[in-house]
């Protein structure tokens, strides 16, 4: 599979600039259906690739192929692909965790850290309670999910669409960026505290991260 994405990669910088975008946008519409086949999907799009560069060849364009509705026809192809969830899909997500765990404990403990040695306005030592934590932890693991899905919605929706950058720029930036940051202030902030307390030095959360950063590293290597 990894030798048809490449050859993909190779092939499409043949196109002409029109007939790129419009492939360009296809292909990621398509490869952001994350629930369908990974090795038919490449295939479909190997192919797809093939017919536009001969109708290139031919002096005609995308939309011989496509036709006036591009995203009507991705639909039509995305609907025939076989569902499934693949090993890779699996690894992915579990980076993600690990890269998402690796930058709050490290961030967390350099915090902690600046203000206690810099600012003198807190303790070396916390006490966490666990209750608190999971529930943390747990709610924080879903607003990034949904940070991702909705990144991921945003990227079809603004396939074969002409976007302002500037819309972008400060769409994105709200809606993916200030948004999920009060949010996680707006969950840490009002949680109550229950369930039993462990207390510890601040500074463990930076190996902690540094071992769940290598984790995802790991992960990656394997995708």
Request: glycine content about 6%.
């Amino acid at each position: 599979m990894e030798a048809i994405i490449q050859a993909n990669n190779q092939k499409r910088k043949l196109l002409n600039e029109k007939n790129k975008k419009i492939y360009e946008d296809m292909l990621m519409y398509i490869r952001l259906s994350y629930d369908k086949s990974e090795e038919e999907t490449e295939e479909i799009l190997m192919e797809l690739l093939d017919h536009l560069f001969i109708l290139q060849e031919e002096g005609k364009d995308a939309e011989e192929l496509f036709g006036e509705d591009p995203q009507r026809y991705a639909d039509e192809i995305i609907n025939e692909l076989p569902k499934t969830v693949s090993k890779k899909r699996l690894l992915l997500f579990g980076m993600g965790v690990s890269y998402f765990f690796a930058v709050s404990a490290m961030f967390q403990g350099l915090l902690s850290i600046i203000l206690f040695y810099v600012f003198n306005q807190s303790e070396i030592s916390q006490t966490y309670s666990v209750g608190t934590v999971l529930v943390n932890t747990c709610l924080s693991l879903g607003v990034a999910a949904l940070v991702l899905y909705g990144i991921i919605r945003y990227l079809r929706w603004s396939c074969f669409k002409q976007v302002s950058k500037v819309f972008e720029f400060v769409f994105t930036g709200i809606l993916f960026g200030v948004l999920p940051f009060c949010l996680f202030m707006f969950i840490f902030y009002f949680m109550p505290s229950f369930g039993p307390t462990i207390t510890f030095d601040v500074y463990w959360f930076i190996p902690i991260g540094i071992v769940l950063f290598f984790m995802g590293q790991k992960l990656r290597k394997q995708v």
